[in-house]
């Protein structure tokens, strides 16, 4: 099994449409992030979480928001999907601010 | 603000060596991560430098100077899996620590 779990992998929504994404992970860090990637702009911040009750705005979080409901899972909600928000979506677990990233295996989410 | 460059693409060939690099303009540094990943997947990590030099990993090694705010990432021995998207990507030293991604470059090895 994967250390970082995305569910769903692929998801086609409505504009207008509430949609969630979910990552979990077994690696035991405390550090969670969002990012979206666009081709050509490269992966950008979302939102990320230090623990259970720490949430922080990323470069880009209009239009988005979090969830930390345990240590091990951190959701993003798009409350009212809009097209430009296409995307490849990543979750992302670190030890701590020298260590690794280690990425989910993404969520492809087209809003049409 | 965050400014991080890399060359959109390159092209080698089987056996060569190839140099990708970075170049940043950030508000601290704390360090710099390479990443590679491959189309439609997870970004995987290579290398971490946070001080000047030469590090080495296997046919990967990657350079840092923060007085030019200049990396590379250097491949040998090319294989034609190492056709991939390379990622560089600044910690910032502001409270957050944040990573912040260049674009990436992405390589294609030929025959």
């Known amino acids: 099994d994967a250390d970082v779990t995305q569910t769903p992998r692929n998801r086609i929504t409505k504009t207008g449409k509430r949609i969630m994404l979910e990552c979990s992970q077994t690696k035991g860090h405390d550090r969670m992030y969002w990012y979206r990637q666009d081709p050509g702009l490269g992966l950008r911040l979302i939102y990320y979480s230090f623990d259970v009750k ?3 705005k990323g470069e880009i979080s209009d239009g988005y928001s979090v969830s930390r ?4 899972k951190f959701s993003l909600s798009l409350e009212s999907a809009i097209p430009n928000q296409t995307a490849l979506y990543f979750c992302a677990t670190r030890v ?4 690794e990233a280690f990425f989910g ?5 087209t809003v049409v | 603000g965050q400014n991080i460059d890399q060359p959109t693409e390159m092209t080698a060939t089987e056996g060569a060596i190839v140099q990708i ?3 940043y303009q950030t508000s601290g540094f704390n360090g710099l991560f390479w990443y590679q990943q491959h189309a439609g997947e997870a970004p995987t990590f290579l290398s971490y430098n946070v001080l ?7 046919r990967f090694s990657s350079f840092l100077s923060r007085s030019k705010g200049y990396s590379y990432l250097l491949l040998k021995e090319l294989q ?4 991939a998207s390379y990622l560089c990507a600044v910690r910032d030293g502001g409270g957050g620590n944040k990573l912040t991604f260049g674009t990436g470059t992405q390589l294609k090895v030929e025959l």
């Open chain 2, 21 to 23: 690099n970075c170049t």
């Open chain 2, 80 to 83: 034609m899996k190492d056709s």
């Open chain 1, 69 to 72: 409901q345990a240590q091990a």
């Open chain 2, 52 to 58: 000047d030099g030469l590090e080495e990993k296997g």
């Open chain 1, 96 to 99: 701590g601010p020298n260590t």
């Open chain 1, 54 to 56: 720490d949430i922080n």
């Open chain 1, 105 to 109: 295996q993404g969520t492809r989410l």
